[in-house]
């Protein structure tokens, strides 16, 4: 399922330095793109442009685990829908699409990142290890293209991510 619903929304098929999306449509209802549980949530944003933590750059956000393994991420939002443990289904609303975190000094929009979950605190796998526009577009088309295989190759290519990933510095700030 698309999950951006009430506005129309854009995202390129680039992102900087590592696999994740933009997409852009400021006010534009986040949902769950399938069912799930919420995994973690930030309803308060902790971003500090002088520390420009990278842990607290997403300001606030929600994370879910899918119903078929997957991470989902969305962050910068204006406002969270979600709690942790909540159980969700696909269209569920999640929160809405914002200018929080280091968005702030940029335009309003979801940063959109799938990876596959990790067991210790960290930032830097849950916000992205696979390009999502492959999925985006597929979903934004009625398809229901999974990226199930796509996130266990990437995991199965980065066994220690998830750990190398608790041991920085910030992570405990997630």
């Known amino acids: 399922m698309f999950p951006f619903t009430g506005k129309k929304v854009s995202y390129g098929h680039r992102h900087h330095d ?3 999306t933009d997409v852009f449509g400021c006010g534009a209802e986040v949902v769950a793109p399938i069912g799930g549980v919420i995994d973690e949530t930030r309803s308060f ?5 002088k520390a420009d933590d ?9 994370s879910m685990l899918g119903d078929d393994g997957v991470r989902y991420y969305f962050a910068h939002l204006a406002s969270v829908a979600a709690k942790p443990g909540a159980v969700v ?3 569920d609303v999640l929160g809405v699409m914002g200018q929080t975190g280091n968005a702030r000094k940029s335009a309003c929009h979801t940063h959109f990142g799938i990876s596959w979950p990790c067991d210790a605190t960290e930032w830097a796998v849950r ?12 979903w934004r088309a009625g398809a229901q293209l999974s990226p199930v295989a796509e996130v266990e190759a990437a995991e199965a290519a980065n066994p220690d991510a998830c750990n190398l990933a608790s041991l920085a510095p910030s992570a405990a700030d997630a």
């Open 18 to 20: 590592y696999p994740a």
């Open 45 to 49: 944003d902790p971003w500090n442009p």
């Open 54 to 62: 990278p842990a607290t750059r997403g300001g606030e956000y929600v």
């Open 89 to 91: 289904d696909g269209g």
């Open 127 to 138: 916000r992205g290890e696979i390009y999502p526009w492959t999925y985006l577009d597929a």
